[in-house]
T-cell receptor
Framework: QQQVKQSPQSLIVQKGGIPIINCAYENTAFDYFPWYQQFPGKGPALLIAIRPDVSEKKEGRFTISFNKSAKQFSLHIMDSQPGDSATYFCAASDNDSGNTPLVFGKGTRLSVIA | DAGITQSPRHKVTETGTPVTLRCHQTENHRYMYWYRQDPGHGLRLIHYSYGVKDTDKGEVSDGYSVSRSKTEDFLLTLESATSSQTSVYFC????????????FGNGTRLTVT
């Protein structure tokens, strides 16, 4: 049973466009929602994270939108650049459960073309 | 990369042989994790550790075992490698385990022939 569903699997946008990656979850106990970015040949790295007490968080060109009632969250990349081409993973965890590790979505491969 | 070294970086082995992958950290983080990454499946947790000698299973633990005798080292063993275990394996560490960032190594590409 997949706990975090991510879409789309792949995405191609023009430079300057705004790619949007969506994630949905079922477990209402989840209370931490990070996004990771992975370049080829490297391990994933934390990009931005949000907690359910806010509906939006922005860091530079990256924004997370969070909809608690719909149990969905999404990543928006403003003014996308070819250097943003990477695989993006959403994740979730339940902090109150102590050692419970992050659960990841299946990833979205983003290509930004000039 | 946050003081995480995975070894080897690449390995080719034959079906039925045991294989051990090593993760070494210099950050003194309490939590360590082993994930595998496969096309179409994303990152799946194999095992994790929340302290020396304290480990627990993840969602795809069958066929794998782990050991952590020191804070800095977390070993992943494939007891008898199968072709379905061909994958890229990532080690990750985190300081507190809950809502603290995971820092990943650069992975080990394992091919089982």
């Amino acid at each position: 049973q997949q706990q975090v569903k991510q879409s789309p699997q792949s995405l191609i946008v023009q430079k300057g466009g705004i790619p949007i990656i969506n994630c949905a979850y079922e477990n209402t106990a989840f209370d931490y929602f990070p996004w990771y970015q992975q370049f080829p040949g490297k391990g994933p790295a934390l990009l931005i994270a949000i907690r359910p007490d806010v509906s939006e968080k922005k860091e530079g060109r990256f924004t997370i939108s969070f909809n608690k009632s719909a149990k969905q969250f999404s990543l928006h990349i403003m003014d996308s650049q070819p250097g943003d081409s990477a695989t993006y993973f959403c994740a979730a965890s339940d902090n109150d459960s102590g050692n419970t590790p992050l659960v990841f979505g299946k990833g979205t491969r983003l290509s930004v073309i000039a | 990369d946050a003081g995480i070294t995975q070894s080897p970086r690449h390995k080719v082995t034959e079906t039925g042989t045991p294989v051990t992958l090593r993760c070494h950290q210099t950050e003194n983080h309490r939590y360590m994790y082993w994930y595998r990454q496969d096309p179409g499946h994303g990152l799946r947790l194999i095992h994790y550790s929340y302290g020396v000698k304290d480990t627990d299973k993840g969602e795809v633990s069958d066929g794998y075992s782990v050991s952590r005798s020191k804070t800095e080292d977390f070993l992943l063993t494939l007891e008898s490698a199968t072709s379905s275990q061909t994958s890229v394996y990532f080690c990750a560490i985190s300081q507190t385990g809950v809502d603290s960032p995971l820092h990943f190594g650069n992975g080990t590409r394992l091919t089982v022939t």
